[in-house]
């Protein structure tokens, strides 16, 4: 029979690349090490190491065996800390990944809310594109992802399951003083004339509902600022003509509806952004569930 310690052993193996080196981190015995790999391959039946005088790698059959022994052995970790948490001898965990948008509108009341309501809960949080953030959820790196595009687009369906937050509208934004502040007619062709501002993962098919005004190389270009996070956009508006795209949520905070302005062009179009969680359907960590009732 498989043992964890096998699969573990194997991991390490395959991670550092040489005996010596696993065998230190393992605390074993090279050879122990080298039986235990050789009783992993005979209940396989298969080789998983290409074994060369100076260096090792993995054969097709290792490679699998990796990917699924990453998966077991942290769905049993975390199945032991679930069980701790449940039977009241430690804290829970929490590992949230989230796209930029929702990290830095609303998860932090959220989060907040969850912390004061469940302090026994160790949080972390992450932040990167929701494809980056989705591999590291498909792989058991993270608990849940909080993203800001629809459920419809993560795909992936016989592995995730997707729920769909309430949508905010995307407004244009300045300082307060910007000339564009004093139009009593604005359009989108008086917007073309200053420096925007736009996130940089748009949905697909929106930069096309505003023609080539997010362009950089149309006739009359002038100078797109493309940006993962609004928090530093901020300085940069108070400084500068630059005009930014960006969700209404994001203005809503104490000290920027009073420093910024939302402009909106008679030709604006209706754009919102949709937030959604994904979690896995073989998830069960009773934080999640706690944390995803808070959100819908």
């Known amino acids: 029979m498989i043992e964890f310690r096998h699969l573990n052993n194997f991991r390490v193996l395959a991670q550092e690349r040489n005996y010596q ?168 062709e008086d917007i073309r004339h200053y420096p925007l501002a736009i996130p940089r993962n748009l949905p697909m098919g929106v930069s096309e509902l505003f023609g080539d005004l997010f362009f950089q190389f149309r006739k009359d270009f002038a100078g797109l600022l493309h940006y993962d996070t609004f928090p530093p956009i901020k300085g940069a508006l108070m400084h500068s003509p630059i005009v930014a795209l960006t969700p209404l949520i994001a203005l809503l905070e104490d000290g920027v509806k009073e420093s910024l302005q939302v402009i909106t062009p008679s030709d604006m179009p209706k754009l919102n952004v949709c937030f959604s969680v994904v979690m896995s359907r073989k998830q069960t960590s009773i934080a999640a569930m706690r944390f995803l009732h808070l959100l819908l």
């Open 21 to 188: 080196k696993a065998a230190q981190k393992l605390n074993l015995a090279q050879p122990s090490l080298s039986r235990s790999i050789q009783r992993l391959e005979n209940l396989l039946g298969t080789e998983l190491l290409i074994r060369g005088h100076q260096s090792m790698s993995l054969t097709a059959s290792g490679e699998l065996v990796l990917s699924h022994s990453d998966h077991i052995l942290l769905s049993v970790e975390n199945l032991r800390k679930e069980l701790q948490y449940l039977q009241g001898k430690s804290s829970g965990y929490l590992s949230i990944g989230a796209s930029p948008v929702p990290a830095n509108t609303i998860l932090g009341p959220i989060i907040g809310r969850f912390i004061e309501q469940y302090p026994d809960v160790h949080v972390e949080l992450e932040v990167g594109t929701w494809q980056q953030q989705l591999d590291k959820l498909l792989r058991g790196q993270l608990t849940l992802l909080v993203t800001d595009v629809q459920g419809e687009i993560i795909g992936h369906e016989t592995l995730v399951q997707c729920f769909n937050l309430p949508s905010f509208e995307a407004v244009f934004c300045t300082r307060n003083d910007h000339p564009l502040v004093y139009r009593n007619h604005l359009t989108l």
